[in-house]
């Protein structure tokens, strides 16, 4: 949104129809507020302690009581704006079809494109900004889950590693190596097993296959 050019924001608007259908569901606001609930009750049992530093433990109530408010000042869906936008939703319509957006399909589209930066930029800041109470719930969320983890040291024999679950119950794994590698992770889990199967980037060249080398990497497991 940054940006400036036509193609920049065409993109930024391909990317707000995206997250309108991925958090379109009727129910994510009411979670989002539980999860926050649950999240500040739990960290207030941490006042006083002294192993916690008490300043950044009171920063991040803060800030969860300041994104429960704007969640709760939302009167409507999660992007109900857009979609009683017509002329959105027909633009959305047509980017599912590959070449759907072409300027003889939008013309109108197309002529918003070449109106100056500045008036592109506030209708993409008019449209995203309804939606800045959610995405800010969900990157408190993340963050506070991201923090949690529980980080272990492993290596991938001939690029291989399995793991069974033992019970653990994770709602987030990461997967940490170095860039050396030039190796990219492919991961499956189920309740019994965590499957790691690290693929030769390659150069689109040739067909990606699991490398034979040793990986050293990081797994690291985040649950609330």
Known sequence: MAQDEPYQHHAALMALFEVLEAAGRTELKSELLQELERQKQALESWRESPAIEQVALEQVLDEIELASQHLLELSSRFGQHLRENEW???????????????????????????????????????????????????????????????????????????????????????????????????????????????????????????VEQDIEFTLTFCKF
């Open 88 to 210: 959105l939703m027909a633009i959305k319509q047509r980017s599912i079809i590959p070449g759907g957006t072409c300027s003889f399909d939008l013309p109108s589209y197309h002529l918003w494109l070449q109106q100056p930066v500045a008036q592109r930029r506030a209708d993409l800041q008019r449209w995203s900004l309804p939606l800045m109470p959610t995405a800010q719930a969900a990157a408190i969320l993340l963050k506070l889950l991201r923090d949690s983890g529980k980080h272990f040291s492993y290596v991938a024999r001939r690029g291989a590693f399995q793991q069974m679950s033992g019970g653990k119950v994770v709602q987030l794994i990461r997967v940490s190596f170095d860039e050396r590698y030039q190796v990219v992770p492919e991961v499956s889990a189920n309740k019994y097993a965590l499957n790691i199967r690290f693929i030769d980037a390659g150069t689109g060249e040739v067909r990606s296959r699991q």
